[in-house]
């Protein structure tokens, strides 16, 4: 039986928009959110973190609700478009941040910091600082970070809508080998059509204060629901 990530008329207060999200997550695949600005995409992924609380509802995972943890204790790692280096730092300290916010690493843990940096592609960099590196660079230290926790579910907010289109390939690519490599169950948040169908066996769109349609990638852009059609003709 494949586990899902279950959530069960989660609702989320921001200001005045009252948002209600069900739906059912699989795991060990990539799901796409999709929806127009301030639709509640990044809401969505900041509640299933933890970093915003439902005032109503459950999220259900492996049987467990996940509401009474705190954001660490979750199984998520979360990717964002601020990549959050300590300038001061280097590389591999930035990256063993993810194991240990105090640097205590042991032997086994260090191997663990140097396979990561060299999974994404940065293998001899580990003690450059940040500063000297350019932009694609410091968003892979980032994802070594982010191997590193050994988290199950892998939670993007855009993080390549920085870069130029040759480098937003090239971490499509690595995002996809290191997905299926981990096999980590993969949210990504984005604007880009054909990003989403690169990536993603799924959509999730976004709109009307929740989730409007759910269902396989292929199908997304030959939906005729309004909302999705205005979507879609807003970014061609």
């Known amino acids: 039986m494949v586990d899902v990530l279950d959530m069960q008329d989660l609702q989320v207060q921001q200001g005045d928009n009252l948002f209600c999200f069900s739906g059912a997550l699989v795991e060990q695949g990539c799901t796409a959110l999709m929806g127009a600005s301030g639709s509640g995409k990044t809401t969505l992924l900041n509640t299933l973190a933890g970093f915003v609380q439902p005032v109503a509802g459950d999220l259900l995972w492996q ?20 990549h959050n280096l300590f300038a001061h730092l280097t590389v591999a300290d930035n990256v063993a941040l993810g194991i240990d916010p105090g640097l205590r ?12 940096i060299e999974q994404v592609g940065l293998a001899g960099m580990g003690q450059r600082k940040p500063g000297s590196l350019s932009g694609g660079q ?3 230290v980032a994802l070594a970070r982010a191997l590193v926790r050994r988290q199950p579910w892998l939670l993007l907010d855009e993080p390549f809508s920085a870069l130029d289109p040759g480098l937003r390939q090239d971490m499509m690519a690595l995002i996809d080998d290191l997905q299926q490599r981990h096999q980590l169950s993969v949210i990504l948040v984005t604007h880009d059509p054909q990003e989403a169908l690169q990536l993603a066996s799924e959509v999730m769109f976004i709109a009307a204060g929740g989730v409007y349609w759910q269902g396989q990638g292929d199908d997304f852009l030959q939906q005729q629901k309004p909302l999705i059609q205005r979507y879609l003709g807003a970014l061609s």
């Open 105 to 116: 690493l042991n032997e086994h843990q260090r191997q663990q910091v140097e396979q990561a």
């Open 63 to 82: 049987g467990q609700s996940l509401l009474g943890l705190q954001p660490a204790e979750r199984p998520f790692t979360s990717l964002f478009q601020e």
């Open 138 to 140: 410091r968003q892979r």
